[in-house]
Antibody, heavy 119, light 108 residues
């Protein structure tokens, strides 16, 4: 069965950096696009960024352009999110999610990792 | 950017009743790219409906989706106790994705 496990969250100061990881198993990771979606405390869901199965297409929300970078290592079945220039508005639970090919939806989600930006 | 507006914000119903949740888009959305998710407290979202009307794997048939263009609906035919949660619609258009603000389905 599909399993996605995020890690790397924690407390970081404003202006700092953090790298999240998402370990995937139970499916052919190298064949599927992947996303990061976040949820601020008590708020709704916000799509962050997408990477195509081969890493050649990347899409980002305007709110993170120039600050966040998505990448993947298909040899390690792992997705990454490098987050720079963090602000309090980036405080959220970050979920990795598998793309449902052809539909632009998210069919499997990890349990999430909490990122808190605070001094 | 396509904005999705869900209504009502909160829906209070009893087990056994029928729930109708609405999702309205600021511009036309391809039905292929409209989905619904359920989220319970402390859990990740779960895909319920994709392509506007197709149930995801393992989703009971009391959940159904319909609609086209700018108006989409999630219907739960007979509410079970485990259905009380927050529901989100989501769309994909080109290189952007967006969610509605959510509808909280609470026990009356």
């Amino acid at each position: 069965q599909v399993h996605l496990v995020e890690s790397g969250g924690g407390v970081v100061q404003p202006g700092g950096s953090l790298r999240l990881s998402c370990a995937a198993s139970g499916f052919t990771f190298s064949s599927y696009g992947m996303h990061w979606v976040r949820q601020a405390p008590g708020k709704g869901l916000e799509w962050v960024t997408f990477i195509r199965y081969d890493g050649n297409n990347i899409y980002q929300a305007d709110s993170v352009k120039g600050r966040f970078t998505i990448s993947r290592d298909n040899s390690k079945n792992t997705l990454y999110l490098q987050m720079n220039s963090l602000t309090a508005e980036d405080t959220a639970v970050y979920y990795c999610a598998k793309d449902l090919t052809g539909y632009g939806n998210f069919d499997y989600w990890g349990q999430g990792t909490l990122v808190t930006v605070s001094s | 950017e396509i904005v999705l507006t869900q209504s009502p914000g909160t829906l209070s119903l009893s087990p056994g009743e029928r729930a109708t949740l609405s999702c309205r888009a600021s511009q036309s959305v391809s039905s292929s790219y409209l989905a619904w998710y359920q989220q319970k407290p402390g859990q990740a979202p779960r895909l319920l409906i994709y392509g506007a009307s197709s149930r995801a794997t393992g989703i009971p048939d009391r959940f159904s989706g319909s609609g086209s263009g700018t108006d989409f609906t999630l219907t739960i035919s007979r509410l079970e106790p485990e259905d009380f949660a927050v529901y989100y619609c989501q769309q994909y258009a080109g290189s952007t994705y967006s969610f509605g603000q959510g509808t909280k389905l609470e026990i009356k």
